[in-house]
Every structure is written in structure tokens, then in C-alpha cells.
């Protein structure tokens, strides 16, 4: 069987942690249709066969991701010692939680171990990532907003976390993600004004700056119940980088594809949930208007991305050696 799987043209070999992002743009989607269900009235049925899609994709992914690192174990260990790849590992233990989320209301036990199994793995990929940074050579030049996903994603972890795990334990998550954020946010902004642009894969990245407040939002709401003026700061900032994106939309239009597109649905999804959060508790039709537009915005962008993934998939241009 093994020889078997070493006689392929290395498809399985290149297949990389990076695509643990299409778990995350779809669960975006997934929840924020969801989300739409119950806060403006959206048909059900539009979260329910995203939530199926998303997980049949998380399964495949996560069995293939397995089998490459039994098969290929020294290129999981290359990509863990590579310092862009590795930060997307975090995406891994982010797509439990994620996960986990989406089968609460199928099946509680489930959710509920996916949680658990999230938050460990998370906690060790922060530890790893941050012992990666302080050790070894990383240069100004590695830096780019994907760093916030093994850091910041720790906000994440309340958000699911609640009512499963200990409130103090995910306070513990919350002050490591609101901590890191702030000081990351000034590391990944001196590097995008004052040095070289980023390499066209990387552009979509950027994206990934919606997603810190926006999920420090509904963390922080998760765990106070609270709509004060930190959390409304929280919005605010997700909301203008939201616009600063969109007002960068030259800077997108003519990037090739690569499996960094997903970048762009992730962070739209936590600025919908976010959105729809503040239209639940203020009742503003601003919010609601707003919440239309953006999961409207969210939903186009995953089927261009998804569209352009499958056509790359069928091309054999993806799982290939860069």
C-alpha cells in the first residue's frame, strides 16, 4: 500500500496545510447563514446544506492531511520548520473549533469533543509558533497577516468554547488573542507601509486583517453578554478595515490564483457574524441592511474562490511543487 502511494506524481506529497483555509472560508459561510436564519429570517436551508458541504470537506481534507503526514512524513516537518507554512497550521485546530460549532445542533457530544480537541491543538500551535519566532532566523520580510491565525486565532476559541469549557479557561484563550493582536497589528502594518509589497500569493492575506476584531466581538460578547464601548470599538475597527479592503480593490482584481484566495472568505464571515451580532442586540436597521450586504458579498466571493479551486483542482495546477 505504501509503495502504492509512493508510485503517484507526488500529488499527495505537495498537498499542503494551507488547505485548511477552504475549511474555514466554508465554515464562515456556514455560520453566517446560519446566523441569517435566525437573526433576519433567511430560509434554514441554505445553512443546513452549507453546514454538510463543510463538513464532508473538512473529513477529506483532514484524512488526506493524515495520510500525507504518515506517507510524507519529512514534508509535514519542513512545512512546520517553513516560517510562512507554519502559521497555517493553527488552521487546523481553528477548523476543529469551527467545526465543532456547526455540529452543536446535530449532535452535542461531538461538538463538544471537536472543541476540546480544538483548543489543545491550538494551544500547541501557539507555543510551537511562538518558540519558531523566537529562535529561529525570521526575517522581517516572512511577516505578513497570516501570523494572526496561530496568535490571534486563540479568540476563536471562546467563541466555541462556551458552555463546554470553564469560563476562566477561555479568558485565558481571549487574553492571549486580544495581547498579540495589538502588538502583531503594529508588526504587520510597519511591514506593509515601510517595506516591500507582498508577493501577489500573499496579497490576499491582508484580508485577514478584518478578522481580529471582528472575532474579538463575538468572543468578548460570548463571555460577557456585554455590548460596551470596547466591544463597539471592536466592530468599528473590523468595520473599517472592511472599507480600507474594499477600497484597495485595484490591488486584487488581477491576482493569479492560488489556494491564498481563501483568504478573502474567512475574515468577510466574521464581519457578517459580527455584523448580524450588533443587529441582534441594537435592532438598527443600518445592521441589518449591512448584514445583507455583507453575507450578499461573502457568498460570491467563496463560489469565485470555490469555482477557481475546482478548476485548478481539475487542471492539476494544486499539489504541486512550488
Known amino acids: 500500500m505504501q509503495e502504492e502511494i509512493k508510485r503517484l506524481p507526488n500529488r499527495l506529497e505537495f498537498f499542503p496545510v494551507m488547505m485548511f483555509a477552504i475549511v474555514m472560508g466554508l465554515s464562515g459561510l456556514s455560520l453566517s447563514l446560519t446566523k441569517a436564519h435566525e437573526v433576519l429570517g ?3 436551508i441554505f445553512g443546513n446544506v452549507m453546514s454538510v458541504i463543510t463538513l464532508v470537506i473538512f473529513v477529506s481534507i483532514l484524512v488526506t492531511y493524515i495520510v ?43 461538538s463538544f469533543v471537536l472543541c476540546c480537541i480544538g483548543a489543545l491543538l491550538h494551544l500547541f500551535f501557539t507555543l510551537y509558533t511562538l518558540r519558531f ?12 497577516p497570516a501570523w494572526f491565525i496561530p496568535i490571534v486565532g486563540n479568540l476563536i476559541v471562546p467563541i466555541g468554547g462556551v458552555g463546554y469549557i470553564n469560563s476562566s479557561i477561555l479568558l ?18 510597519n511591514r506593509i507601509i515601510f517595506h516591500q509589497q507582498f508577493a501577489q500569493k500573499f496579497m490576499p492575506t491582508l484580508f485577514i486583517l478584518i478578522a ?8 468578548y460578547y460570548k463571555l460577557t453578554e456585554t455590548l460596551d464601548m470596547f466591544a463597539n470599538i471592536l466592530f468599528n ?10 477600497f484597495m480593490y485595484k490591488s486584487f482584481l488581477n491576482i ?8 478573502f472568505t474567512f475574515p468577510l464571515g466574521t464581519i457578517a457574524l459580527a455584523t448580524m451580532l450588533m443587529f441582534e442586540v441594537t435592532q438598527l436597521a443600518f445592521y441589518a441592511y449591512l448584514s445583507y450586504f455583507l453575507i450578499l458579498l461573502l457568498s460570491l466571493v467563496v463560489i469565485i474562490v470555490a ?14 511543487m512550488e
Not at 82 to 98: E, G, T
Not at 177 to 185: H, N, P, R, S, V
Not at 256 to 263: L, V
Open 237 to 246: 475597527l473590523g468595520l473599517f478595515f472592511t472599507l480600507l479592503l474594499l
Open 42 to 44: 433567511l430560509s434554514a
Open 212 to 219: 481580529p476584531p471582528s472575532i474579538g466581538l463575538l468572543s
Open 133 to 144: 519566532w523566537m529562535t529561529k532566523d525570521v526575517q522581517k520580510m516572512h511577516s505578513n
Open 307 to 320: 469555482y477557481n479551486t475546482l478548476k485548478h483542482i481539475l487542471k492539476k495546477e494544486i499539489c504541486i
Open 68 to 110: 500525507k503526514a504518515i506517507f510524507y512524513t519529512q514534508m509535514v516537518k519542513e512545512e512546520l520548520n517553513h516560517p510562512v507554512r507554519i502559521n497555517f497550521f493553527a488552521a487546523i485546530s481553528i477548523s476543529f473549533v469551527l467545526i465543532s460549532m456547526i455540529t452543536k445542533s446535530m449532535n452535542e457530544n461531538i
Open 172 to 189: 485565558f484563550y481571549f487574553s492571549i488573542g486580544i495581547f498579540f493582536w495589538i502588538i502583531m497589528l503594529a508588526i504587520i502594518l
Open 256 to 263: 493569479k490564483f492560488f489556494i491564498s484566495w481563501w483568504a
